[in-house]
Nanobody
Framework: QFQLVDSGGGLVQPGDSLKLSCTTS????????IGWFRQAPGKEREWVSC????????RVADSVKGRFAISRDDAGNTAYLQMNSLKPEDSAIYYC?????????????????WGQGTQVTVSP
């Protein structure tokens, strides 16, 4: 069973930044569409961002546009989610995802591989 490992969460104050990481030793992330979802307590899981492979397409949800950015380091086999100007409503468990066939043009939770999740808490 292939495994994604996401990390980098923590407790920060509003306005701070965090950079989440996602890596695997089981396959080459450079060949996969990668993305991030998040789930806050009592809420449905929400798509955050994705990065395709065919044309370098990246997308972010309107709720984080201008604050969050997805990137990948194919040589290091790692994906990142840079989160700036964090708000309390960004508090959630963040999951990285990857799939060989999903395209970065939707928000469905159809990715095959999921990380275990990393907790982000934004609180004064």
């Amino acid at each position: 069973q292939f495994q994604l490992v996401d990390s980098g969460g923590g407790l920060v104050q509003p306005g701070d930044s965090l950079k989440l990481s996602c890596t695997t030793s089981d396959f080459a992330l450079g060949s996969y569409t990668i993305g991030w979802f998040r789930q806050a307590p009592g809420k449905e899981r929400e798509w955050v961002s994705c990065s395709g492979i065919r044309n370098g397409l990246t997308r972010v949800a309107d709720s984080v546009k201008g604050r969050f950015a997805i990137s990948r380091d194919d040589a290091g086999n790692t994906a990142y989610l840079q989160m700036n100007s964090l708000k309390p409503e960004d508090s959630a468990i963040y999951y990285c995802v990857a799939d060989l066939y999903v395209r970065c043009d939707g928000t469905d939770e159809i990715y095959k591989y999921w990380g275990q999740g990393t907790q982000v808490t934004v609180s004064p």
